[in-house]
C-alpha cells in the first residue's frame, strides 16, 4: 500500500469523525451523512495466497491521489500468482497437444462404419468447443473498488458523485410477487448515494394498477424506512431482507435507540405488507363500488375517482392486456439540493430523525403504449422507453438495471461503480461502458441442487474475461455510461458530443426534439448531476406520450444500434456485444457484502425454462448480425472467441445427447466398439478426460469457489445437454426453417415461502414436456446397467468399463433425478433405493428373457453353472 494510499484512508476517516455530533451520530451534509463504510480500505485481492497487486505506479494519466491535476487512480487490479497461474496454462496447452494427438492416433487407427465416423466428428466438435470456452480463460483478473479515494476525490476540488438513473422492469404481479418489487425499490431509495444525484424508475409492462398503487404506498412507508436506513447505517436496506436478519453488527450512531426505532418500523413494515397483498381485493372492491354508481360501467378506478388509463381487472376495449394508452406517473418529486432534517420525537412521532436527512429521491412510475399487432420487444423495448423518458425528467449521465426481484444489499454498491467509471487510467475510466456485478440469491438451498449460484460463470468466466475487453452485460445489476447506450462510440475514436452532433438525428433517435436535445447534454458532460426537474406541463406531457408511443421507434435505429437490442430472447449479452464490437471496455468486479442480490427460480421447471430461454437467445446472437465472426476489428481477439463459444454452446451438446443415449453397446455385444484397438483408446479417452477435471481444480483455486459449487455445474451441465440445449437447436432450427418464432415463457419465482416451508417449490413437480429428453437417458443408462448385471449373472463376468460410463451419467444427473421425484426429493437414500430396485428389475427381466428366447444357450450356462455347484459341494 503506498504512502499516498494510507493518506487517503487516513484523511477520509478524520473526515467521518468530523462530521459526527457529540452523540456519536453522523451530521447530513447531502451526501446522506456517514462515510465510515466507504473509507474502509477493501483488500479483497490480498486476504490469500491466490491474488497479487498489479504494479500500476507507472500508468499515464492518472496518479495515486489527483494532487497534480491528473484523475485519480480508483481501483486496484490483482492477477493470479505466477505458482498457480503457470501450471494452470501449463496444463491448458498440455491438453491441447493430448487432445491433437488423440485425433492423429484415431487417424491412423481408422475403423470401418458409420460409429467410428460420427464419434470422431463428435470428438472434434467437443475439442473445439473446449478450445473457445478455455483460451479466454488464461487471463484472469480481479479489480476492486477504492472506496476511499473515490471519497478523497468527492471532497476534493474534481467535484461531487455524478447522476444516475436506475431502471427497473417487472410484468406480471402474480409469476412476480409484488412483495419482491416494492423491496426493491425500497432499498434503491435508502441507498448510501447523494438523494439528489439518483432517481428511480419502474417499468410496469403489463400496465396493472395495482404496481401503481403499490409504488404509491412505498412512497408513504419511504419516509419511515428511509431515514431510518441512514440513521442506523441499515445492511441490507430491503426491508424483508433486513428483518429476516437474526443478528448483525451495528454500524450506526445511536444503538441506545436501535431497540426501539427496529421495533417502530418493523411494526410499520408488517402494516405495509398487509396494504400490499390486500391491494388485489382493495382495488376489486372499490371498482364494483364505482361501478354499481355508474350504471353500464365496468371499468377499474383509481383512489381519486378516475378511470386507470392501463389495464382493467376485466378486459375492456384499449384496457385490455396488452392493449393501453402510456401511462407515466410522478410518485415521487426530485429533491432540493440541500438536506432536510427531520423532527425530533414527539407523540405523532415517535422515531427520532432530528439530524437525518429525511429526502427522499425521484420515483416514476412507466407503463409504455401497448397495442395490438406491434412486436412490443418484451424487457429490450420497456428499457428503450424507460431510457428516453428519464432523458427528459433527469437524464442522468449514467443509468444502472435491475430484475424486479433484486435489491441492493450492499449500500455502497453505486460508489462502487463509480470507481471504475470515473478513474483516472487512459484505457479505463472514460473508456468503460458499463459495470457488472455478481448475480447473488438468496432463496437457494444450502446444497444449490439446481446450481442457482452458477458461481463457475460469476466468479471463473467472468474474471477471466476481465483480463480481456472486459465481461459480457448479464442482464441486472449493471451500471451503464448513458452514451454508450445511445450508440456512440468510445472517446478513444472522437468525441461523443461530436459523433452526436453528426448524426442523422431524426432517422436513429426519432422526431422528438427534446430527446435528442437531453443527447447532447449528456454527451459533452457525462459527469454531471441529473438535470433539475422540469415542469411536466402539456408539452411535456405530450412529449412523454410520444416517446412511450408503439409508434415511435418506427423507422429508427431503436433496438439495433440504439438502445438495448431487439428480436433476440437474450437482449443483454448482445446489447453488451454490440458495446464491445464499437470499442468499449466494460468491468467485473464484486463487493463484500454482494452488492446485490435477488431471487432464482428454485422449482426444476422453471430452472429449465430459464435455461433455455437463454440457450435459445445464444444461438438467436450466432444466427444474427452480432455473430461474433462479423464483428469489426474492436473485438479482441480473445473477446471474439469468448462471444462465439457463448453462442454456439447449444449446438456443440447435440452429440452429447446422442451418446448418452447409446447405453455403452458393447453391453449388447462384444463385438460392437467404437475404436479399435480398444485398450489404448480407453486409455487415451480417461486421460483426456482427467486432464479436463485437473484443469478444473486450479479455476476452482483461483475463483475461490468450493468443489461443490463446480460439481454442480458439471451436473447441470449436463443435464443441460441431455434436454434444454438439443430443445434450444430445435428450436433454432424451426425458426429458420419457418422464420416464425415460439413464444418463451418467464420464468417465475418463488411464491410459497408464506407456507412455512422456505424451499417449498424446491419438491413440486411440473411436468413439461422439457422434462422428457432427460427421462429418457436416465431410463436408458439404467438400463443398460441392469443388462451389465444381467450379463454378469449369466456369463459370470462383468463388464466394468462398459459401465463405468453409465454410472457416471447417472451421477451427473443426480440432482435431476431428485427434482423429478417431488416431495420423496427429501430423502436422497430414497432415490439410491430406486435406482438399485431399478437395476435389479432390468438384471432379472434380461435373465428371464435370455431364459425364454434363447433356451439352447440358457441351457449350457445352466450346465455350466450346476458343474461349479457340484465341485464346490465335493470339496466340502
Known amino acids: 500500500m503506498t504512502a499516498a494510499a494510507v493518506t487517503r484512508r487516513n484523511n477520509a476517516a478524520l473526515r467521518v469523525e468530523a462530521n459526527k455530533g457529540n452523540?456519536?451520530?453522523?451530521?447530513?451534509?447531502?451526501?446522506?451523512?456517514?462515510?465510515?463504510?466507504?473509507?474502509?480500505?477493501?483488500?479483497?485481492?490480498?486476504?490469500?495466497?491466490?491474488?497479487?497487486?498489479?504494479?500500476?505506479?507507472?500508468?499515464?494519466?492518472?496518479?495515486?491521489?489527483?494532487?497534480?491535476?491528473?484523475?485519480?487512480?480508483?481501483?486496484?487490479?490483482?492477477?493470479?500468482?505466477?505458482?498457480?497461474?503457470?501450471?494452470?496454462?501449463?496444463?491448458?496447452?498440455?491438453?491441447?497437444?493430448?487432445?491433437?494427438?488423440?485425433?492423429?492416433?484415431?487417424?491412423?487407427?481408422k475403423n470401418s462404419g458409420w460409429l467410428w465416423t460420427m464419434s470422431m466428428a463428435g470428438d472434434v466438435w467437443f475439442g473445439v468447443s473446449w478450445l473457445l470456452n478455455q483460451l479466454p480463460r488464461m487471463n484472469p483478473i480481479k479489480r476492486v473498488p477504492d472506496l476511499a479515494a473515490l471519497a478523497d476525490q468527492q471532497h476534493s476540488s474534481t467535484g461531487e458523485l455524478p447522476g444516475v438513473d436506475v431502471f427497473i422492469t417487472t410484468v406480471d404481479p402474480i409469476d412476480e410477487p409484488v412483495l419482491y418489487t416494492v423491496n426493491s425499490i425500497l432499498s434503491i431509495l435508502a441507498t448510501d448515494y447523494p438523494v439528489d444525484r439518483y432517481a428511480c424508475y419502474l417499468s410496469d409492462d403489463g400496465g396493472t394498477l395495482v404496481h401503481y398503487e403499490a409504488m404509491v404506498e412505498v412512497a408513504k412507508f419511504a419516509e419511515l424506512w428511509v431515514p431510518f436506513c441512514r440513521k442506523h447505517c441499515v445492511e441490507p436496506r430491503a426491508p424483508e431482507n433486513y428483518f429476516a436478519m437474526k443478528t448483525q453488527a451495528y454500524k450506526g450512531g445511536v444503538p441506545g435507540e436501535l431497540m426501539s426505532d427496529h421495533r417502530r418500523v418493523r411494526r410499520e413494515y408488517e402494516e405495509f405488507k398487509v396494504r400490499i397483498d390486500s391491494l388485489f381485493s382493495t382495488i376489486r372492491q372499490r371498482s364494483d363500488a364505482f361501478n354499481a354508481k355508474h350504471a353500464g360501467e365496468n371499468a377499474t378506478w383509481m383512489a381519486d375517482g378516475t378511470h386507470w388509463p392501463g389495464t382493467w381487472l376485466e378486459p375492456a376495449e384499449n384496457h385490455r392486456r396488452g392493449e393501453h394508452a402510456g401511462i407515466v406517473q410522478i410518485i415521487l418529486n426530485h429533491p432540493s439540493c440541500k438536506p432536510r432534517l427531520g423532527l425530533a420525537a414527539s407523540v405523532d412521532n415517535p422515531v427520532d430523525f432530528s439530524g437525518v436527512d429525511v429526502r427522499l429521491p425521484m420515483l416514476v412510475y412507466i407503463s409504455r403504449e401497448k397495442r395490438p399487432g406491434y412486436n412490443h420487444q418484451k424487457k429490450a423495448g420497456a428499457m428503450n422507453v424507460m431510457l428516453r423518458v428519464s432523458a427528459l425528467l433527469s437524464n442522468a449521465p449514467f443509468v444502472i438495471n435491475f430484475d424486479c426481484d433484486h435489491y441492493i444489499n450492499n449500500s455502497q454498491a453505486f460508489r462502487a461503480s463509480m470507481c471504475f467509471m470515473l478513474d483516472g487510467r487512459s484505457y479505463g475510466g472514460e473508456n468503460t461502458a458499463f459495470v457488472q456485478f455478481p448475480q447473488r440469491f438468496d432463496d437457494v438451498d444450502l446444497t444449490d441442487r439446481y446450481a442457482n449460484h452458477n458461481r463457475v460463470m460469476f466468479d471463473g468466466t467472468m474474471l477471466s474475461l476481465n483480463g480481456h475487453q472486459g465481461p459480457t452485460y448479464l442482464g441486472t445489476g449493471t451500471m451503464f455510461r448513458r452514451v454508450a447506450l445511445y450508440g456512440v462510440e468510445p472517446p478513444s475514436f472522437g468525441a461523443p458530443a461530436s459523433q452526436i452532433k453528426a448524426m442523422d438525428k431524426a432517422n436513429k433517435f426519432g422526431t422528438s426534439t427534446s430527446f435528442v436535445a437531453t443527447m447532447l447534454d449528456t454527451a459533452s458532460n457525462q459527469e454531471r448531476s441529473i438535470t433539475p426537474p422540469v415542469t411536466v406541463d402539456e408539452s411535456v406531457a405530450g412529449e412523454l406520450f410520444a416517446l412511450t408511443?408503439?409508434?415511435?421507434?418506427?423507422?429508427?435505429?431503436?433496438?439495433?444500434?440504439?438502445?438495448?437490442?431487439?428480436?433476440?430472447?437474450?437482449?443483454?449479452?448482445?446489447?453488451?456485444?454490440?458495446?464491445?464490437?464499437?470499442?468499449?471496455?466494460?468491468?467485473?468486479?464484486?463487493?463484500?457484502?454482494?452488492?446485490?442480490?435477488?431471487?432464482?427460480?428454485?422449482?426444476?421447471?422453471?430452472?429449465?425454462?430459464?435455461?433455455?430461454?437463454?440457450?435459445?437467445?445464444?444461438?438467436?446472437?450466432?444466427?444474427?448480425?452480432?455473430?461474433?465472426?462479423?464483428?469489426?476489428?474492436?473485438?479482441?481477439?480473445?473477446?471474439?472467441?469468448?462471444?462465439?463459444?457463448?453462442?454456439?454452446?447449444?449446438?456443440?451438446?447435440?452429440?452429447?445427447?446422442?451418446?448418452?443415449?447409446?447405453p455403452l453397446i458393447w453391453l449388447f455385444s462384444d463385438k460392437f466398439y467404437i475404436q479399435r484397438p480398444f485398450g489404448p483408446y480407453f486409455i487415451c479417452l480417461v486421460t483426456i478426460i482427467a486432464m479436463i477435471h485437473v484443469i478444473g481444480m486450479f479455476e476452482v483455486r483461483w475463483s475461490g469457489i468450493t468443489l461443490l459449487d463446480w460439481c454442480r455445474s458439471e451436473q447441470f451441465y449436463m443435464i443441460g445437454s441431455t434436454g434444454v440445449y438439443p430443445t434450444a437447436v430445435l428450436y433454432m432450427v424451426v425458426k429458420l426453417v419457418t422464420g416464425k418464432s415460439i413464444p418463451l415463457r418467464l420464468t417465475s419465482k418463488q411464491t410459497t415461502a408464506s407456507s412455512g416451508d422456505k424451499f417449498a417449490d424446491l419438491y413440486a413437480v411440473r411436468w413439461v414436456p422439457l422434462l422428457i429428453p432427460t427421462i429418457l437417458v436416465l431410463a436408458v443408462n439404467v438400463g443398460a446397467v441392469g443388462v451389465a448385471v444381467g450379463k454378469a449373472a449369466v456369463y459370470g463376468r462383468l463388464t466394468v468399463l462398459g459401465m463405468l460410463f453409465n454410472v457416471w451419467i447417472l451421477v451427473l444427473l443426480y440432482p435431476f433425478a431428485l427434482g423429478i421425484m417431488g416431495h420423496w426429493g427429501k430423502r436422497p437414500a430414497v432415490l439410491f433405493v430406486v435406482l438399485v430396485m431399478a437395476v435389479a428389475a432390468v438384471a432379472l427381466m434380461y435373465v428371464a428373457f435370455r431364459a425364454l428366447y434363447y433356451p439352447a444357450e440358457w441351457s449350457v450356462v445352466a450346465a455350466s453353472l450346476g458343474k461349479t455347484a457340484s465341485l464346490t459341494g465335493t470339496s466340502e
Open 23 to 109: 452523540d456519536g451520530s453522523a451530521a447530513a451534509d447531502g451526501d446522506n451523512g456517514r462515510w465510515s463504510p466507504a473509507t474502509k480500505r477493501e483488500d479483497d485481492g490480498a486476504k490469500d495466497d491466490v491474488w497479487v497487486a498489479v504494479d500500476e505506479s507507472a500508468v499515464s494519466g492518472a496518479t495515486a491521489g489527483g494532487s497534480d491535476g491528473g484523475r485519480p487512480m480508483l481501483y486496484r487490479t490483482y492477477k493470479v500468482k505466477g505458482r498457480i497461474l503457470h501450471p494452470y496454462r501449463f496444463f491448458i496447452l498440455l491438453r491441447l497437444i493430448a487432445i491433437v494427438a488423440f485425433f492423429l492416433w484415431r487417424i491412423r487407427h
Open 549 to 662: 408511443a408503439c409508434a415511435y421507434e418506427d423507422g429508427t435505429s431503436w433496438g439495433r444500434d440504439v438502445g438495448w437490442v431487439y428480436d433476440i430472447a437474450t437482449e443483454d449479452v448482445v446489447t453488451g456485444f454490440r458495446m464491445h464490437r464499437q470499442g468499449w471496455r466494460s468491468v467485473y468486479t464484486s463487493t463484500e457484502p454482494a452488492a446485490f442480490r435477488g431471487m432464482a427460480p428454485i422449482n426444476l421447471t422453471e430452472r429449465l425454462y430459464q435455461i433455455l430461454r437463454w440457450s435459445v437467445g445464444s444461438l438467436e446472437v450466432f444466427f444474427s448480425h452480432s455473430n461474433a465472426l462479423l464483428a469489426g476489428r474492436r473485438l479482441r481477439p480473445l473477446q471474439r472467441l469468448a462471444y462465439l463459444h457463448m453462442s454456439t454452446y447449444p449446438i456443440f451438446t447435440v452429440l452429447i445427447l446422442a451418446y448418452n443415449l447409446f
